[in-house]
Structure formats: C-alpha cells, structure tokens
C-alpha cells in the first residue's frame, strides 16, 4: 500500500511540474516572439531610412543594389541584411533606382514570429499574419 502511494505521489508532481514548464514555456514563446517582431520592424524602418538617405543624397534614385547602401563612405548601413536571419526573420530586399520593397520573414511561423513585416517606398511599412 506504501509503495502504491508514492508512485501516485511521484506522477502527480511530475504531472504539476510539467504543467507550470508548459506554461513557462508558452510565456517565453510568446516573450521571444514580440521581441523579435518589434526588431524585425525597427530593422525594416533602418533599412528604409537609409534608402530614403540615398536617394536625397542622389538625386532621387534609391539604391539598385544593398553594397551601394553598404560600399560607401560614410555607410548608409553597417550590415547587409539581404537573405540574413536575425532574430527569428529573414530579409529579403527587393531595390530598383526608382524604389524599394523590403520583406521580413519569421524563420518559424508561430515560433519566431506571427507576422510578415514589409516596407515600401515612402516608408509605408504593412504587416500580415503569416500562415503556419
């Protein structure tokens, strides 16, 4: 009967344990998830400030290509960001002469982030829940 009674007491506070873990976790998820959302939103505004430099400092035309963000004195940006994963998104810079279209990706829909961030000309940023 002794025995009985203390396996029942072992599986309850593994069973206990385990519940305040998968709350935990979920917090931490969660947590992680706004961080790397609202970095993925300042990095997009980053690279759209330096786009919108370049092109007042050129005569209105935007960067064709990142290196000319990158390849200059003084920098308009320090990093390329273009196919880089950086907290839980992904960068994918689409850039003409006569605009731009950034898009952040969460690495891990659901995971990393819920939402696909994207910055276009003028600055115009826009968001979408991505699809797990």
Known sequence: MKKGKSFVVIITI???????????LEQFIKINISQNEENAQTILRNIATAC????KDHQGRYPAQES??????PAYL????????IQGYTYALNLTETGYHITAS???CGLSGNKI????????????????
């Open 68 to 73: 000319n963000l990158i390849n200059i004195k």
């Open 106 to 108: 969460p690495l891990i």
């Open 14 to 24: 593994i069973a206990v344990v385990a519940l305040i873990l998968s709350f935990g």
């Open 52 to 55: 919108e430099n370049y092109a």
């Open 78 to 85: 320090r990093y390329p960001y273009h196919t880089k994963t």
């Open 117 to 132: 961030y994207t910055i276009t000309t003028t600055s115009i940023l826009t968001e979408e829940t991505c699809k797990q």
